[in-house]
């Protein structure tokens, strides 16, 4: 009794000692970039606002593209409690599907410039790719762990180990060499922002982050699949009690989010290109997002994207140069923050 009452107190001490911390973190880093900013490749944001402006956008606009890629993995790990360390290979697969689809559309290999690209040569890759990646995401569900549901070491391995087969697979069929998926010339623009110019089509990748988000969040929560979704997470027995296929609708909702894997991966395709090894850090990614904004909540997908693209973007530019290469570290850090504060992320809770 008296060792609980001491470790509960120990707790106690670290959350408040968490809370005090972060805030004086975040207030220190603000004040460095608005006025101090001594030794970095960026002016602070009082003197030039074009290049904060940027940052931010960037920043933003990542986090969109994060959050579509770890939609996808909280509604398969988080909210099903499946372990799917496939779903870095489902997002790659997408990607490169779409790149060879849109050079058939265009009818050309390489080369290929925006005003060559149509909104539907773009947007039809995207929903083929996705299809085949939600395809063999539900495949690899209903094969391999629909039967070891609660085993998340079992899952684990079996995932890594069909992820491996997949990288060899794509590695044979699409090269070791990085490709691009080409933005459609109607979003592929520039617009100036306080003197700084800046690519529509990163507005573009917000955009749909946006239309996925919204989607989702309706879909979960304001519909009867959503309810049932969710109502089978916490209390599986009884919704089967009810007469619920709960096996269908976790095959739709393991549909959903290998979908939006492959969304993801086509819009990482456009954005940075697809190669040969790009899905283990997207998974990671996911990861990062996922445990920071707590296992199975929209929500926390939305806050840990935000708060994981801003690090990621103000951390190099912002840094002194001497120190840029610690940049990565941040979003770590930053990881280990919240966690100090919200031992199950902004807005999880125990599952």
């Known amino acids: 009794m ?5 470790q509960s107190a120990r707790r106690d001490i670290m959350r408040r000692f968490g809370a005090l911390v972060v805030p004086v973190i975040s207030l220190a880093a603000l004040v460095w970039v608005l006025f101090l900013a001594r030794g970095t490749t960026a002016q602070p944001a009082v003197r030039d606002p074009g290049e904060f402006a940027v940052t931010l956008l960037d920043g933003v606009t990542f986090a969109g593209l994060l959050f579509v ?7 398969i790990f988080g909210l099903m409690r499946t372990v799917n360390m496939a779903h870095g290979s489902l997002f790659l697969l997408a990607g490169f599907t779409a790149i060879a689809l849109q050079q058939k559309m265009v009818g050309k290999t390489t080369n290929i410039a925006p005003e ?16 085949l990646a939600a395809l063999l995401g539900v495949l690899l569900q209903q094969v391999f762990l629909r039967w070891n549901q609660g085993q998340e070491l079992r899952q684990a391995l079996i995932t890594i180990a069909i992820s491996v087969v997949l990288a060899d697979q794509m590695l044979r069929q699409f090269g070791g060499l990085a490709k691009t998926m080409v933005w459609p010339g109607a979003v592929s623009h520039f617009i100036e922002i306080f003197g700084q110019r800046y690519a529509t089509s990163r507005l573009f990748m917000l955009a749909v982050a946006v239309v ?6 309706l879909w979960l929560t304001k519909t009867r699949m959503g309810m049932v979704i969710r109502a089978g997470v916490d209390d599986e027995p009884m919704v089967r009690a009810l007469g619920i296929n709960v096996t269908l609708i976790f095959a739709v909702t393991f549909f959903v989010g290998a979908f939006l894997a492959g969304v993801g991966g086509v819009m990482g395709a456009s954005f940075a290109g697809a190669a040969t090894g790009s899905d283990g850090a997207w998974l990671l990614n996911s990861l990062v997002v996922v445990i920071i904004g707590g296992l199975g909540s929209i929500k926390g997908a939305v806050a840990g994207s935000l708060l994981y ?14 120190y840029t290469f610690y940049a990565v570290i941040f979003s770590f850090v930053l990881l280990a923050l919240v966690l100090a504060v ?10």
């Open 212 to 217: 996925v988000g919204v989607a989702l969040w």
């Open 69 to 75: 890629v770890a939609s996808g993995f909280t509604l």
């Open 2 to 6: 008296v060792g609980t009452a001491v």
């Open 309 to 322: 693209g801003l690090v990621s973007a103000f951390a190099p530019v912002y840094l002194p140069t001497q």
């Open 116 to 131: 060559d690209v149509t909104l539907m040569s773009w947007i039809v890759p995207l929903i083929v790719a996705a299809a």
């Open 342 to 351: 919200r031992p199950y992320g902004l807005f999880g809770r125990p599952a």
